[in-house]
């Protein structure tokens, strides 16, 4: 019988969240159904069935985690019977939680015999605990639970049968662990405190607030760019006075369409690494990968964390095809609606606080990728010109974060140099 296994959908996706079932045990299922929403570390995504068949069991109910690879459901040709559950599920649950599984025995079902008069069926008698059948002295074994379910129970001393349970068929899902421990009264003493549980639960002034899925994935990545890659960062403050004047004459050509500064600097970024494509690479181990095509992520941040959408072939692109691109992103990235080829594939990031009046930043990189662009705002500033006056100006400031492994000072600062200079003089940018 083929497994549903738990899909990845994004590059940087470790495990998935099962959202909603659109199937339930014993339904049709075609190749290109909507089959089930799986949450992954940056959206929330559809997932097709690849095949035909009907839904046999459902091994991981709503609102709990797969790793990658791991069976979420069984499959079933038409015409085979659908079975009440996958005989080796009880011993795959109890090798996984370190227990040795018991020989099979027989045990009769507690519920009534059905409308016509056939006998119970007899299942194994660790499927029957794990299914919440009773044995065959009346003793009630444990409700239906999934095997996360029970660790969860069993390490807060917490009694299942006392539980209803939310998942198909009344199965105790994690959810309802959660659920049983948030309402139960604090234990005078806990064997096993958690060094920092006890100063925030007596708190009444902090609220422990869960980290989303996206803001782990955040963490984890950048925490791992700080420590393992070396960056260093270059600063250039540029004159947009040409810039800006460029944009307007655009905006007035395209109307009702519409580019932003940060569409103008994706592009000239795109431009300069078509022309000198020194930071248009990844470091690995024993290679440098210099990739072909410039493929530009733009960063936008969600309250639950941060997402990077790619403007594949920037460079090929024309800056109202980029402004466009970039609205449909951000739009669906805060709708957590990104597919996993809208986040991936990227070879170089721009990251853009201007609109927030921050005036500089220094950025992580987003590994793989070799460098990552901080965009401050536009401010008007006082400069001394070649004549000695005074005069007003409108500049913002660059900060280049790059890796050292992959591309040395003076390459990096004659990268910026060329940006600099396609941002002061626009017309080279979509020459």
């Given at each position: 019988m083929?497994e549903i296994?738990?899909?990845?959908?994004s590059?940087?996706?470790?495990?998935?969240?099962?959202s909603a079932?659109?199937?339930?045990p014993?339904?049709?299922?075609?190749a290109?159904?909507?089959?089930?929403?799986?949450?992954?570390?940056?959206?929330l995504?559809e997932?097709e069935a690849?095949?035909?068949g009907v839904l046999?069991?459902?091994?991981v109910?709503?609102?709990e985690?797969?790793?990658?690879?791991?069976?979420?459901?069984?499959?079933?040709?038409?015409?085979?019977?659908?079975?009440?559950?996958?005989?080796?599920?009880?011993?795959?649950?109890?090798?996984?939680?370190g227990?040795?599984?018991?020989?099979?025995a027989?045990?009769?079902?507690a519920?009534?015999?059905?409308?016509?008069g056939?006998?119970?069926?007899?299942v194994?008698?660790?499927a029957?605990?794990?299914?919440?059948?009773?044995?065959?002295d009346g003793?009630?074994?444990?409700p239906?639970?999934s095997?996360?379910a029970r660790?969860?129970?069993r390490e807060?001393?917490i009694?299942?049968?006392?539980?209803?349970?939310?998942?198909?068929?009344?199965r105790?899902?994690?959810?309802?662990?959660?659920?049983?421990l948030?309402s139960?009264p604090?234990?005078?003493?806990?064997?096993v405190?958690?060094?920092?549980a006890p100063a925030?639960?007596?708190d009444?002034?902090?609220?422990r607030?869960?980290l989303?899925?996206?803001?782990?994935v955040?963490?984890?990545?950048l925490?791992?760019?700080?420590q393992?890659?070396?960056h260093f960062?270059?600063?250039?403050?540029?004159?947009?006075?040409?810039?800006?004047?460029f944009r307007?004459?655009?905006n007035?050509?395209?109307?009702?369409?519409k580019v932003s500064?940060?569409?103008l600097?994706?592009k000239a970024?795109?431009?300069?690494?078509?022309?000198?494509?020194?930071l248009?690479?990844?470091?690995t181990?024993d290679?440098?990968?210099?990739?072909?095509?410039?493929?530009v992520?733009?960063?936008v941040?969600?309250?639950?964390?941060?997402v990077?959408?790619?403007?594949?072939?920037?460079?090929?692109?024309?800056?109202?095809?980029?402004?466009a691109?970039?609205?449909e992103?951000?739009g669906?990235?805060?709708?957590?609606?990104?597919?996993?080829?809208?986040?991936?594939?990227?070879?170089?990031?721009v990251?853009n606080?201007?609109?927030f009046?921050?005036d500089?930043?220094?950025?992580?990189?987003?590994p793989p990728?070799a460098a990552i662009?901080?965009?401050?705002?536009?401010?008007?500033d006082?400069?001394?010109?070649?004549?000695?006056?005074?005069?007003?100006?409108?500049?913002?400031t660059?900060?280049l974060?790059?890796?050292?492994?992959?591309?040395?000072?003076?390459t990096?600062?004659?990268?910026?140099?060329?940006?600099a200079?396609?941002?002061?003089?626009?017309?080279?940018i979509v020459?």
């Amino acid at each position: 019988m083929p497994e549903i296994l738990m899909p990845r959908l994004s590059d940087t996706m470790e495990e998935g969240v099962v959202s909603a079932w659109h199937k339930k045990p014993g339904d049709k299922v075609t190749a290109g159904d909507a089959l089930v929403d799986i949450e992954t570390d940056k959206a929330l995504m559809e997932y097709e069935a690849y095949e035909d068949g009907v839904l046999g069991e459902i091994l991981v109910a709503e609102g709990e985690t797969a790793s990658i690879g791991a069976p979420i459901a069984t499959l079933v040709a038409e015409g085979e019977t659908v079975p009440a559950a996958r005989p080796a599920s009880a011993a795959e649950t109890s090798a996984a939680n370190g227990q040795v599984a018991a020989p099979p025995a027989t045990v009769t079902d507690a519920p009534a015999p059905a409308a016509n008069g056939a006998a119970p069926a007899t299942v194994p008698a660790q499927a029957a605990e794990a299914a919440g059948t009773a044995t065959s002295d009346g003793a009630r074994s444990r409700p239906p639970s999934s095997p996360l379910a029970r660790r969860l129970a069993r390490e807060n001393d917490i009694d299942l049968t006392a539980l209803t349970g939310s998942g198909p068929g009344g199965r105790i899902v994690r959810a309802d662990i959660e659920s049983a421990l948030k309402s139960a009264p604090a234990p005078a003493a806990p064997q096993v405190p958690s060094p920092a549980a006890p100063a925030v639960a007596e708190d009444p002034d902090v609220e422990r607030v869960p980290l989303s899925r996206i803001r782990k994935v955040t963490a984890r990545r950048l925490t791992e760019s700080m420590q393992t890659t070396p960056h260093f960062y270059l600063t250039r403050i540029v004159d947009v006075g040409a810039l800006l004047a460029f944009r307007k004459t655009l905006n007035e050509a395209l109307s009702p369409a519409k580019v932003s500064v940060n569409d103008l600097i994706v592009k000239a970024c795109a431009t300069a690494l078509r022309a000198n494509p020194v930071l248009n690479v990844s470091f690995t181990e024993d290679n440098l990968l210099v990739h072909k095509r410039v493929n530009v992520g733009v960063a936008v941040a969600l309250d639950d964390g941060l997402v990077v959408p790619v403007i594949r072939d920037a460079d090929r692109k024309s800056v109202s095809q980029i402004g466009a691109d970039t609205r449909e992103l951000a739009g669906r990235a805060r709708e957590q609606r990104l597919t996993p080829q809208e986040m991936s594939g990227g070879t170089f990031t721009v990251s853009n606080l201007g609109m927030f009046g921050v005036d500089s930043f220094t950025a992580v990189i987003n590994p793989p990728e070799a460098a990552i662009l901080a965009v401050g705002a536009t401010r008007k500033d006082v400069v001394v010109g070649d004549d000695g006056e005074f005069t007003a100006r409108d500049r913002l400031t660059l900060t280049l974060s790059v890796d050292h492994r992959a591309c040395d000072g003076a390459t990096g600062a004659k990268f910026l140099g060329q940006l600099a200079e396609l941002l002061e003089n626009p017309f080279r940018i979509v020459a």
